[in-house]
């Protein structure tokens, strides 16, 4: 068995090493290989029970070795990854939030354990595909400095509507915490079914105030508002129009990030490839459940910027 | 095979730089008034150059024979320009140009009668023009846009311009021949037709031919001879020798008289509108890689080539950039479609499939084969 392991193992990593997954992080590299792997089960199954690889396996036991070997081999690229970004993240905004509150550095070890834990579920990575892209290349920086400049849509629902007594870079902190904990959403007994309801991983806001629930305990430092903020951002504007501007950007932020090529560039005679997401973004508004003002601010944003 | 292959396709690029070059100076040469050394190191530069193009011509079209393709190659890879700039011009205009030198005299155009003389001369220059083509093969090599659609369009544009430039010259000039459309070629022939019958006259008459009196009558006539003995030259022997080459100069006898008249002015007129003719293609051509062949890009292929990775690449979902101005063309209006509705559509559907991904069984073939 452990020498199936091992197999598994060098089999993935050298999956992973391929060059055309060079620019994406672990986990877009993660679900690009488990992709591929299910697309191409008829053709891989055949050789993967062969004595070189898992000797009588059946497609299933192979496919359990591969995503576990995967798993392990994502991980050691991934935690330092989370690790590195925790590091840098300012978490002054919870004392800002809760002045009462024990302080951010607990905040921040809490929120290392707590996605430790919950990026064991397959679902969970799954979500947590964007937004650690999102943090990884800078998409809140990019986007906030600009709302600020603007003082337009997205900067009258974060500091007016939704009341964020914080400066620019303690709400950009904020969001960003928002989009690390989004795979809260998968927390819970029946969070897959959540998820499941629809293709595009928004979740109905009554399951989210049972996500809330659930979390408060395992995040029992974080403030209240930034676990409702992470758990809201599945949840679709046209259901729950008092959704926290936090998650609105969160949840835009992190389906942009989801497909992410940091080193796509446009052809001639195309658009941009933010100004052609955001475009397309504002047509599926509803589908996602984004908030089309915050998408159309977004798109003038990259379409100004040539992004 | 390939190298090779590459060697002769890069030495036709190097030729048709050098006939390029050749071309104009030669004709500029005239112009200006160059001596006769340079001038004929042109001549033979341009003879190479038309031996060159007529082999490479009938190189290509055996291969093409051989391959059973001589059809695609004559009409649809430009064979007819290919044998248009190359065989009827050592043919008309380097050959016998080059002949008229090698044999150290006017032998070629000399022994027709100045009439004549003229009327060849005027052919020869006409069919000058035809090298002009051989920009048209500079511009098949020109690779400015990755489409072959577009290149396609523009080369066609092209050659049809250049090509529809140059008959219609060509056309023209023999029309006007024809009919004797008056021209400064037909008032130099009506003064020397009036300078030969004075001097008919004269002999008739039994007169004296008075050289130095004709000389004045005709700023063209160089030279006088009588018996064989010259009684005028308006230059000195150095002069000749140095400025006056075999196609410079004619000449027509009358009894024992013979007569040499300047051809310069004829062929520097001539010169002059091959220039302009030069310049006119060079700026087509110029336009047309320039500004026309990034319009046609910007306006049909390049929208055509987006709409084609959006629909056959899974990961690949940028929108068609529709420019304001053109957005009512109907590659602009699929363009809108295809953002509009095929991009959205294939978004809610990438999404709920999860499907799209860079890998493919070809990336992990090595891996299944160790």
């Given at each position: 068995m452990a020498k199936e392991h091992d197999r598994a193992r060098t089999f993935?990593?050298?999956?992973?090493?391929?060059?055309?997954?060079?620019?994406?992080?672990?986990?877009?590299?993660?679900?690009?290989?488990?992709?591929?792997?299910?697309?191409?089960?008829?053709?891989?199954?055949?050789?993967?029970?062969?004595?070189?690889?898992?000797?009588?396996?059946?497609?299933?036991?192979?496919?359990?070795?591969?995503?576990?070997?995967?798993?392990?081999?994502?991980?050691?690229?991934?935690?330092?990854?989370?690790?590195?970004?925790?590091?840098?993240?300012q978490f002054g905004f919870v004392a800002l939030l809760r002045p009462q509150s024990?302080?951010?550095?607990?905040?921040?070890?809490?929120?290392?354990?707590?996605?430790?834990?919950?990026?064991?579920?397959?679902?969970?990575?799954?979500?947590?595909?964007?937004?650690?892209?999102?943090?990884?290349?800078?998409?809140?920086?990019?986007?906030?400095?600009?709302?600020?400049?603007r003082k337009g849509y997205s900067h009258f629902e974060l500091t007016k509507v939704q009341r964020l007594r914080l400066g620019r870079e303690e709400i950009k902190a904020m969001i960003e915490a928002t989009l690390l904990l989004k795979p809260i959403v998968c927390s819970g007994s029946s969070a897959t079914a959540g998820l499941a309801e629809h293709a595009s991983g928004v979740v109905q806001a009554q399951y989210a105030e049972r996500v809330v629930a659930a979390a408060r305990e395992a995040l029992s430092l974080a403030p209240e508002e930034l676990i409702r903020s992470a758990a809201n951002a599945s949840v679709s504007f046209q259901e729950n129009r008092y959704i926290e501007a936090t998650a609105r950007m969160a949840a835009i932020l992190s389906w942009r990030c989801r497909s992410y090529q940091p080193n796509m560039r446009a052809d001639r005679g195309a658009d941009s490839p933010d100004k052609s997401w955001l475009s397309v973004a504002r047509r599926n508004y509803r589908f996602y459940g984004f908030d089309v003002k915050m998408i159309d601010e977004l798109y003038s944003i990259a379409a100004e910027n040539g992004w | 095979m390939e190298h090779r292959q590459s060697f002769w396709e890069n030495l036709v690029v190097v030729a048709i730089a050098l006939v390029l070059i050749q071309t104009f100076l030669d004709d500029f040469a005239v112009v200006a008034g160059w001596a006769w050394a340079p001038r004929e190191v042109l001549l033979y530069v341009g003879l190479a150059l038309d031996v060159f193009f007529s082999v490479e011509f009938l190189t290509r079209l055996y291969f093409s024979f051989i391959r059973r393709r001589t059809g695609i190659y004559f009409w649809h890879e430009r064979g007819w320009i290919?044998?248009?700039?190359?065989?009827?011009?050592?043919?008309?205009?380097?050959?016998?140009?080059?002949?008229?030198?090698?044999?150290?005299?006017?032998?070629?155009?000399?022994?027709?009668?100045?009439?004549?003389?003229?009327?060849?001369?005027?052919?020869?220059?006409?069919?000058?023009?035809?090298?002009?083509?051989?920009?048209?093969?500079?511009?098949?090599?020109?690779?400015?846009?990755?489409?072959?659609?577009?290149?396609?369009?523009?080369a066609k544009v092209a050659t049809l311009s250049v090509t529809v430039l140059i008959a219609t010259v060509m056309l023209l000039g023999i029309v006007f021949s024809v009919f004797d459309v008056p021209s400064l070629e037909t008032a130099y022939q009506s003064r020397i037709t009036t300078l030969l019958?004075?001097?008919?006259?004269?002999?008739?008459?039994?007169?004296?031919?008075?050289?130095?009196?004709?000389?004045?009558?005709e700023s063209s006539l160089l030279a006088v001879q009588r018996e064989g003995r010259t009684v005028f030259s308006r230059f000195d022997s150095d002069y000749y020798a140095r400025q006056v080459g075999p196609n410079d100069y004619g000449f027509a006898e009358r009894g024992d008289v013979r007569l040499f008249f300047d051809l310069r002015p004829v062929n520097r007129d001539q010169?002059?509108?091959?220039?302009?003719?030069?310049?006119?293609?060079?700026?087509?051509?110029?336009?047309?890689?320039?500004?026309?062949?990034?319009?046609?890009?910007?306006?049909?292929?390049?929208?055509?080539?987006?709409?084609?990775r959006g629909i056959t690449e899974a990961n690949y979902s940028l929108e068609v950039k529709v420019p304001r101005l053109y957005r009512d063309d109907e590659v602009f209006e699929l363009a809108r479609a295809y953002n509009e509705h095929y991009l959205p559509l294939k978004d809610r559907r990438s999404a709920a499939s999860a499907d799209g991904f860079d890998l493919s069984m070809d990336d992990v073939q090595g891996l299944l084969d160790d």
């Open positions: 993935v990593s050298r999956l992973l090493a391929n060059p055309a997954l060079g620019p994406l992080t672990p986990l877009q590299r993660e679900e690009q290989i488990i992709q591929f792997l299910h697309v191409n089960a008829a053709a891989l199954a055949p050789t993967l029970s062969t004595p070189g690889f898992f000797p009588g396996a059946s497609w299933s036991q192979s496919l359990s070795l591969l995503l576990s070997a995967l798993v392990e081999e994502v991980d050691v690229t991934l935690m330092p990854r989370l690790e590195e970004i925790l590091a840098r993240m024990s302080g951010g550095e607990r905040v921040r070890d809490q929120i290392r354990e707590y996605l430790r834990g919950v990026l064991r579920r397959m679902d969970a990575r799954r979500v947590m595909t964007g937004p650690l892209a999102a943090v990884s290349y800078g998409f809140v920086d990019r986007y906030c400095d600009q709302m600020w400049a | 290919d044998l248009l700039a190359s065989l009827p011009l050592v043919l008309l205009s380097s050959g016998p140009a080059a002949l008229a030198v090698w044999s150290g005299s006017t032998i070629a155009l000399g022994r027709a009668s100045l009439l004549n003389v003229l009327k060849v001369v005027k052919a020869i220059r006409i069919a000058r023009v035809l090298r002009l083509l051989r920009l048209l093969k500079v511009f098949a090599r020109i690779r400015n846009t990755d489409s072959t659609m577009a290149q396609r369009h523009v019958s004075t001097v008919e006259a004269d002999l008739d008459r039994g007169a004296p031919i008075d050289a130095g009196e004709l000389a004045a009558r010169s002059r509108s091959n220039l302009i003719y030069f310049a006119i293609i060079v700026v087509t051509i110029g336009s047309l890689l320039f500004a026309y062949s990034p319009h046609f890009a910007l306006t049909v292929t390049d929208p055509l080539h987006v709409m084609t």
